[in-house]
């Protein structure tokens, strides 16, 4: 049976780095068997997570549904059915997109947290679904980690998700032109990254 990859888009631009970058670990992925799917968080309309907490107070391990009434379940549910995701977000005034902190937000379902309880916790510590985070930035790849909060966000939010980091793609000085196109080792380490995603 083929290995199913969803990645998760936070990015504003199609053909930018992000969009470029995800394709390319995807076509690789499709080359090794895999089924892939694109989610573009632009298209997709996802509310505000309330703060509500609604979603946190039944116990066990099943993923808190979430009040609002928007796209989001079809996205959690088709995460929830692949073996990898990609999370992709560019670096927006140092950190991830507000649409891709708008998704993030919303995945407070996966823990569990009743009233009365001063702190929450996670449903599940497993993790069946390797990750790969990567992010863009006007910096140089080596200070995005120092100068950023974006990989911890993407951590973050692979983290809700059941998954578990196997690569990450640091896309430096992204903002040199309205189109700066992937150098061959960027195009290289995508590549490779897919084949792992696939594996």
């Not at 694109?38 to 039944?58: D, G, K, P, S």
């Not at 001063?118 to 993790?127: D, T």
């Not at 793609?169 to 150098?183: E, K, M, N, Q, Y």
């Amino acid at each position: 049976m083929s290995r199913k990859v969803v990645a998760i888009v936070g990015s504003y631009r199609k053909d930018g780095a992000i969009d470029n970058t995800v394709k390319a670990v995807l076509e690789a992925a499709r080359e090794r068997g895999a089924d892939t799917e694109t989610v573009y968080l632009t298209e997709q309309h996802i509310e505000f997570c309330r703060n509500c907490r609604e979603c946190m107070q039944a116990a066990g391990e099943e993923r808190g549904k979430c009040a609002q009434p928007d796209d989001l379940e079809p996205i959690l549910n088709a995460i929830g059915n692949a073996d990898a995701i990609v999370l992709a977000a560019p670096v927006n005034f140092y950190n991830v997109t507000a649409i891709f902190r708008r998704f993030l937000e919303r995945l407070v379902g996966f823990g569990y947290w009743p009233w009365g309880q001063n702190s929450p916790r996670l449903r599940s510590k497993s993790r069946p679904r390797k990750a790969l985070l990567v992010t863009s930035a006007a910096v140089p790849a080596f200070l995005i980690p120092f100068a950023t909060g974006a990989p911890r966000a993407l951590r973050n939010a692979a983290m809700m998700l059941g998954a578990r980091p196997v690569a990450s793609l640091w896309i430096g000085l992204a903002a040199r032109a309205p189109h700066v196109p992937l150098s061959p080792r960027t195009l290289r380490r995508a590549r490779r990254a897919g084949w792992k995603l696939a594996a």
